[in-house]
């Protein structure tokens, strides 16, 4: 699940329902959001604990299990993979498009990587996105107003 920061960031949360594990997969870095100015793992735990644990309570997952919606504990962990190891700069207006790569690359199987430089990557991405979404809407004559 995409989830924003503050309003000026954007990290992708993955939830292991067995484990109760958050896996949080962030273009930065678990230390390269530092300067957000605020807790991270403390906002993105509470985002899980208020959101996300009353929509698995409203299906059911609760029910006949030792813990409840309110006495559970997440277990973080900050994913590593390839973009880290990259020393440019991604930009700081990219983290949403690395989002998008992350969940489609999941999605997929596929393991997390970032093909080229995070910067060339992030713009070659951005056209893959609009020629997927133009291909769509061709496929189907969809039309926006």
């Known amino acids: 699940m995409p989830m924003n920061l503050r309003g000026v960031h954007w990290v992708l ?13 962030d273009s930065l870095g678990a230390k390269g959001n530092k300067g957000l100015g605020c807790d991270v793992e403390k906002d993105l735990l509470s985002y899980w604990s208020l959101v996300v644990a009353g929509y698995l309570d409203r299906f059911g997952f609760f029910a006949g299990r030792k813990y409840s919606r309110d006495n559970f504990v997440w277990k ?7 973009i880290l190891q990259t020393p440019v700069p991604h930009g700081t207006d990219n983290c949403g498009v690395f989002c998008c790569m992350f969940l489609e690359q999941l999605s997929r199987g596929e393991r997390i990587h970032c093909d080229g430089l995070p910067g060339e990557a992030a713009h070659a991405y951005r056209m893959y996105m609009a020629r997927t979404l133009y291909q769509y809407r061709m496929e189907r004559n969809v039309r926006y107003v």
């Open 76 to 82: 973080v962990k900050w994913a590593q993979f390839d």
């Open 13 to 25: 949360g993955s939830l292991n329902l067995k484990t109760l594990q958050l896996i949080i997969y």
